[in-house]
Each structure stands twice: as structure tokens, then as C-alpha cells.
């Protein structure tokens, strides 16, 4: 039995952990899809798809997984909810089941035939990768506790705090910032 889970990873944190394990508690494999792969250096989607693979691959391989057992995939976006599953599918191996608690994915994968199930949710107030990064715009270094340790090891390495202010300094960026929505 092989699951898929989703997800930006704008960055991994410590709920998508959770529900990584909760999903291969279920499942023989776990195809992680990367999305938005193509993003990368703007307030919404400051790592790139090299970096969230490396983020996912590292925190796992920190905290015991069994990467034999996990294939991480970058999903670009195709910007047609019609064909987007179809477009999944010619991207990753077969799958039997779908993770997931975002109300589209849930729509698109269950009119096309998938078993979707949803994920507890745990800690969601801040456990929530916008709210990492406006904690991180803030130089506030709460995020760190909120990330497995591999990930903040790379965001160090990346300067990804540092990459994060240059990017929402654009008028854009500004914009974007202030209309973030916290828990």
C-alpha cells in the first residue's frame, strides 16, 4: 500500500513531521509531493524545491524514518484544478491513498477515485509554515523550536532568515506581509 501527502514545505516543520509518521504508520510507502515546485524567492515560497527536498530528506533521516520507505517528489503546478491530479499522477509512482485536509486536494482526489484521509491536526495555531516565516521576517528565533533541527540547520546555511527580509522588502513583498493571516 502506497500513500501520497502533499504540501508547499515553505518550511517543513514539525506538524508535517507529525503527519508524515501518521501517514506511514498506514502505508507500506509514502510518495511526498513537493508543490509549487517552481516557487521560490518571494514571501510565500522562499526555499526552492532543491531545499524543501533536502529539508524533508534530512528531517527525517534525523528523527529515524526509514527513507527506503519514502519517495520525495517536486510537483509543479499547473494551474488547472481539471487536470491537476491527472498531472500528479504522471509525475509519481501509483498510489492507494490520499493525506490530506486541504478541502480542494480532498475534492479533486476524491471525484477522481482516491480514499483520501485527513490528518489530526496537531498544534495548528503555530505549527503553520506562514507563521514560521513571519516569525523568522521578525528575526524572532521562536521559529527554530517549531522545525526539526535539520531544517533550521539549513534555512542557517541558505540564510534563509536573510533571504526572507530581502524578498518582503518589494513593494509586493510589503504587501503580501500585511496581508498574512495568523491562528
Known amino acids: 500500500m502506497r500513500g501520497l501527502f502533499i504540501g508547499r514545505f515553505q ?41 524543501r527536498i533536502l529539508m524533508i530528506k ?13 519517495y520525495i517528489v517536486p510537483i509543479v503546478d499547473v494551474h488547472n484544478n481539471n487536470i491537476w491530479v491527472a498531472h500528479v499522477e504522471s509525475l509519481v509512482p501509483n498510489f492507494n491513498i490520499v493525506f490530506s485536509n486541504n478541502p480542494l486536494v480532498i475534492e479533486l482526489f476524491t471525484s477522481r477515485g482516491y480514499k483520501v484521509e485527513k490528518i489530526p491536526m496537531y498544534k495548528r495555531e503555530i505549527l503553520s509554515s506562514t507563521y514560521i516565516r513571519k516569525l523568522m521576517l521578525k528575526g524572532d528565533s521562536k ?11 539549513i534555512i542557517d546555511s541558505i ?14 513583498g510589503y504587501k503580501m506581509f500585511n496581508r498574512m493571516t495568523y491562528w
Open 58 to 70: 534530512n528531517a527525517l533521516k534525523e528523527t529515524g524514518i526509514n527513507l527506503s520507505r519514502v
Open 143 to 153: 521559529w527554530r523550536k517549531l522545525v526539526p533541527k535539520a531544517v533550521a540547520d
Open 11 to 51: 518550511p517543513l516543520h514539525n506538524g508535517h513531521l507529525r503527519a508524515i509518521r501518521y501517514a506511514l504508520e498506514r502505508v507500506d510507502e509514502l510518495i511526498i509531493g513537493v508543490g509549487s515546485a517552481q516557487y521560490s524567492y518571494s514571501i510565500e515560497n522562499p526555499f526552492t524545491a532543491g531545499e
Open 159 to 172: 540564510k534563509g532568515e536573510e533571504r526572507l527580509r530581502k524578498v518582503s522588502s518589494s513593494d509586493e
